[in-house]
Nanobody
């Protein structure tokens, strides 16, 4: 059973930066498909950025050029560097992993951007 733990959310002013971290445990092997989604109040959960394979990435148009997803040196860790944050980036951010035919989600971390 894979477990995902996120950290790094918080309150930041518009134009500021935050870095989210996600660590996956419970897998003996490298999880290639890991990423970040977000859900704002009253909105559907949406993709923010993800590794779709070992190195291939996919970003939402709204975050291209501002957010960067990366892998950590420790196995099965991913980061989301968020720069030039906007009020519309306010949401709960969830880490996601696809492994052995299953989808796993973290508990979510709140990101609030004040204008």
């Amino acid at each position: 059973q894979v477990q995902l733990v996120e950290s790094g959310g918080g309150l930041v002013q518009a134009g500021g930066s935050l870095r989210l971290s996600c660590a996956a445990s419970g897998s003996r092997f490298t999880i290639n498909a890991m990423g970040w989604y977000r859900q704002a109040p009253g909105q559907q959960r949406e993709l923010v950025a993800a590794f779709t394979s070992g190195i291939r990435t996919n970003y939402a148009d709204s975050v291209k050029g501002r957010f960067t997803i990366s892998r950590g040196n420790a196995k099965n860790t991913v980061y989301l560097q968020m720069n030039s944050l906007r009020s519309e980036d306010t949401a709960v951010y969830y880490c996601n992993a696809a492994y052995a035919g299953n989808l796993y989600w973290g508990q979510g971390t709140q990101v609030t951007v004040s204008s």
